[in-house]
């Protein structure tokens, strides 16, 4: 088995312990990507919805498993939030689902993630993203262990991560024209503000 096939394994049955505890979740395919990973689970186009007959995609971006196990179970827990809102019926997002309202924060502590409290929501995706709690990742300890262990042990610098205008990068478009490409980790460390008009740069 490869590196990349035990981290989706690992992936996977987290998701399938979440599963255990809320049926409502739907089953996924876990998948790495270089490109610039959704926040909600991905539905073939054919489907859009929670409740179609395919089997929905959840992506992890290669940063994100090297950045730890702390960093896959928020994404996981993220993903999993999403899906709860879709079956549930709760408008969680706006915005193209950029932005997260406080509902999606609620949402979230069912998976064991807190919004900080007196923490305002960011200006852009709002209550997002929620930080998983300590006591959750206790509460999932043995998962977490599996998390460490894989990435610990994986070697991703044989994934291919294409350069330039790539997958790798996320677009960064402002409403004066202006584009620009840029790590997703960096861009989510701070809005990115253009210095021609003055406006955030928005994901495209």
Not at 79 to 98: E, F, K
Not at 112 to 118: A, L, Q, T, Y
Request: net charge neutral; with cysteine.
């Amino acid at each position: 088995m490869t590196d990349t096939a035990r981290i989706i394994a690992a992936i996977s049955t987290v998701w399938d312990a979440l599963r255990d505890r809320h049926p409502e979740l739907p089953a996924v395919s876990v998948a790495l990507t270089t490109t610039g990973a959704p926040h909600a689970l991905r539905y073939p186009e054919d489907t859009g919805t929670i409740r179609g007959a395919d089997t929905p995609e959840l992506e992890i971006h290669v940063d994100t498993v090297e950045t730890g196990s702390r960093a896959v179970m928020e994404c996981v827990i993220h993903m999993a939030t999403h899906a709860l809102c879709d079956v549930r019926g709760v408008a969680a997002t706006s915005n193209r689902g950029r932005r997260h309202n406080q509902k999606f924060a609620v949402m979230a502590e069912i998976f064991g993630g807190h919004w900080p409290h007196g923490q305002p929501p960011h200006p852009v995706k709002g209550y997002s993203p929620v930080p998983v709690t300590d006591r959750a990742l206790e509460d999932m300890a043995a998962y977490v262990a599996a998390l460490d262990t894989v990435i610990g042990q994986a070697d991703l610098s044989a994934v291919e991560r294409p350069t330039g205008k790539g997958s790798s990068r996320v677009l960064l478009r402002c409403e004066c024209g202006r584009t620009a490409y840029m790590g997703p980790r960096v861009a989510a460390i701070a809005p990115v503000i253009c210095g021609r008009c003055g406006k955030e740069f928005q994901e495209a």
